[in-house]
């Protein structure tokens, strides 16, 4: 049985991380890469709670991981009231810098994600990249679940845990195409789309969307695919 990495170690690597959030040609440049989908992603899930007006105007929105807040910000440039939380300290404090020199009025705040309490109530909850890198994160979809208002939606995005995930996810992507940093994930933290599932439904959510986000080797583009979860893939839940 392979080791899961500790939290101690998730937090150092992505300490060290913390300085490269808004270069887009640094560690982060994959990320930067997909803001443009993830962002497709996100207003076409959203948009029916606010008749499909594409501002998102006064819709209250958390990003749990919100890491530098690469997402954050074009939220908030759409209208969005905005909070982001992460556990790492430099990352939020780059995230602020970042959204005060562009002018943004983004609440931020630093937080253990595992022991979250959030007292306000949410339209959107949004979890990107992140179940993967912590230890319970069954127990973080049950704390947050009380977190959302009536009809509130839950957007995940994550990686399966399978034999493509291992040899795409992690040793390509991160030891070949050097999409990632070295031990970024962690196989064994990786999260089938039937166990996602099945917490969700747990916790009185009925899953709603379930798309694929595939890398296109012969044109080195990204694209979402509607039920392919082989690999990474996004999942939308709203509360019962």
Same mark, same amino acid.
């Given at each position: 049985?392979?080791?899961?990495?500790?939290?101690?170690?998730?937090?150092?690597?992505?300490?060290?991380?913390?300085?490269?959030?808004?270069?887009?040609?640094?560690?982060?440049?994959?990320?930067?890469?997909?803001?443009?989908?993830?962002?497709?992603?996100?207003?076409?899930?959203?948009?029916?709670?606010?008749?499909?007006?594409?501002?998102?105007?006064?819709?209250?929105?958390?990003?749990?991981?919100?890491?530098?807040?690469?997402?954050?910000?074009?939220?908030?440039?759409?209208?969005?009231?905005?909070?982001?939380?992460?556990?790492?300290?430099?990352?939020?404090?780059?995230?602020?810098?970042?959204?005060?020199?562009? !002018?943004?009025?983004?609440?931020?705040?630093?937080?253990?994600?595992?022991?979250? /309490?959030?007292?306000?109530?949410?339209?959107?909850?949004?979890?990107?990249?992140?179940?993967?890198?912590?230890?319970?994160?069954?127990?973080?979809?049950? !704390?947050?679940?009380?977190?959302?208002?009536?009809?509130?939606?839950?957007? &995940?995005?994550?990686?399966?845990?399978?034999?493509?995930?291992?040899?795409?996810? &992690?040793?390509?992507?991160?030891?070949?195409?050097?999409?990632?940093?070295?031990?970024?994930?962690?196989?064994? /933290?990786?999260?089938?789309?039937?166990?996602?599932?099945?917490?969700?439904?747990?916790?009185?959510?009925?899953?709603?969307?379930?798309?694929?986000?595939?890398?296109?080797?012969?044109?080195?583009?990204?694209?979402?695919?509607?039920? !392919?979860?082989? &690999? !990474?893939?996004?999942?939308?839940? &709203?509360?019962?």
């Amino acid at each position: 049985m392979i080791k899961k990495l500790s939290k101690k170690l998730e937090f150092e690597h992505f300490t060290k991380l913390s300085s490269e959030w808004w270069d887009p040609n640094g560690k982060f440049k994959i990320l930067h890469d997909l803001t443009p989908l993830r962002m497709k992603y996100i207003k076409e899930m959203i948009s029916s709670k606010n008749d499909g007006n594409k501002t998102l105007k006064k819709i209250e929105i958390l990003d749990i991981g919100c890491g530098g807040g690469l997402i954050c910000e074009p939220l908030a440039r759409m209208g969005a009231n905005v909070t982001g939380i992460d556990f790492v300290y430099e990352n939020i404090l780059s995230a602020i810098k970042h959204a005060k020199d562009s !002018n943004l009025n983004i609440k931020y705040l630093h937080k253990d994600i595992e022991k979250i /309490k959030i007292d306000s109530k949410y339209d959107v909850i949004i979890i990107l990249e992140v179940l993967e890198h912590i230890e319970s994160w069954e127990k973080l979809i049950t !704390n947050i679940s009380k977190s959302l208002k009536p009809k509130g939606k839950l957007i &995940i995005s994550t990686i399966n845990r399978n034999l493509l995930s291992k040899i795409f996810a &992690i040793f390509i992507a991160e030891n070949i195409l050097k999409f990632i940093p070295k031990k970024t994930h962690d196989y064994e /933290k990786l999260i089938r789309p039937e166990e996602l599932s099945s917490s969700l439904i747990k916790n009185k959510f009925n899953v709603l969307d379930i798309t694929g986000l595939i890398f296109n080797p012969m044109s080195s583009e990204w694209i979402l695919k509607k039920n !392919n979860s082989k &690999i !990474n893939y996004f999942c939308t839940a &709203i509360k019962n």
